[in-house]
């Protein structure tokens, strides 16, 4: 009996006797396949890569993007600015009169 237990044992924690999960496209991958784990690895390594530019990419166009923002707020503020002082500057001239 204990060792049956064993046995029964053993056979639920031998991972040949357990199905493998499927990967991501739902193949069954053949137990041991050097080639199979190569083209995991190498699909995960593309992923990253292909995250890690993705991400990269993206901040640098935020960057840019609040840059020129930053940029034509300071066009406008500068602009405000220079037409309040012509303005007083127009008004100053107005009404200025030369002393007697």
Known sequence: RTAEVRAGK????????????????GEQPAEGS?????R???GI??????RTSKGRAEQAERRRAEQA???????????????????????ISRNWEPER
């Open 40 to 42: 995991e690895l190498r």
């Open 45 to 50: 390594d593309e992923a990253v890569k292909s």
């Open 34 to 38: 050097l080639s199979f784990v190569e």
């Open 10 to 25: 053993s056979e639920r924690t031998d991972p040949r006797t357990e199905p493998s999960e499927p990967d991501r496209a």
């Open 69 to 91: 923002a930053h940029q034509r707020a300071e066009e406008a503020s500068r602009a405000v600015r220079e037409q309040q002082r012509t303005t007083s500057e127009r008004h």
